[in-house]
């Protein structure tokens, strides 16, 4: 697959998940600050956080080579 086809690839995988981190930030700015949902929602929104800064990596990466 040609370079500039995986660098396609990540920015859309890239939009869906600052899709996804924008309804997780909008879900738990309703919800009540206790319990074990806030807790999970969180931690999914930091997973969600972290893999978006691993593909903007891999994105710079790939523009880089070529």
């Known amino acids: 697959m040609p370079e500039s086809e995986v660098v396609h690839l990540l920015e859309g995988r890239l939009a869906e998940q600052a899709v996804e981190i924008e309804r997780l930030h909008a879900e738990t700015r309703t919800l009540p600050a206790s319990g074990d949902l806030a ?3 969180q ?3 930091d997973r969600a956080e972290a893999r978006v800064q ?3 990596a891999r994105t710079r990466e790939l523009e ?3």
């Open 39 to 41: 807790v999970r929602l």
């Open 43 to 45: 931690e999914a929104l």
């Open 54 to 56: 691993e593909l903007e």
């Open 64 to 66: 880089t080579e070529q």
